[in-house]
């Protein structure tokens, strides 16, 4: 739930009401109604003009920000690896990371299927 007063930014409308999106604004109220779909009302000032929104149009300025920063960061470090012709850390990036965090798993940690079933049983008991 985002704090009043909290400045944030249009990204989709839902429910075609001809939300500027794309354009700042910020929150002024809870919509508390049971019955009703949206969530805040918006104050947009470019548009001078308030807006009932769901959640799900609107976003924290912040975040978006640091989301965009992570893209631009990765982007930079595969033109790095491109231009450097690292091609491990290519094929990282590539990967999303999460092939690494694989080949670090120990072996000791995998368990056979026989020491599976006893643990589940032995949880099961108690």
């Known amino acids: 739930m985002h704090p009043l007063g909290e400045k944030v930014l249009i990204v989709a409308d839902r429910f075609e009401q001809n939300l500027p999106i794309g354009d700042y604004g910020y929150i002024i109220a809870y919509d508390r109604n049971a019955d009703n779909a949206f969530d805040y009302v918006v104050r947009v000032p470019n548009a001078n003009r308030n807006f009932f929104v769901p959640a799900s149009d609107i976003e924290r300025e912040d975040l978006l920000l640091q989301q965009e920063v992570e893209r631009i960061e990765r982007e930079a470090l595969i ?48």
Do not use: G, K, S
């Open 79 to 126: 033109d790095f690896a491109l231009a450097t012709r690292n091609e491990e850390l290519f094929r990282r990036l590539m990967n999303d990371e999460e092939a690494e965090d694989t080949e670090e798993m120990d072996p000791q940690d995998i368990l056979t299927q026989e020491e599976f079933v006893r643990q589940v049983n032995l949880r099961a008991w108690i």
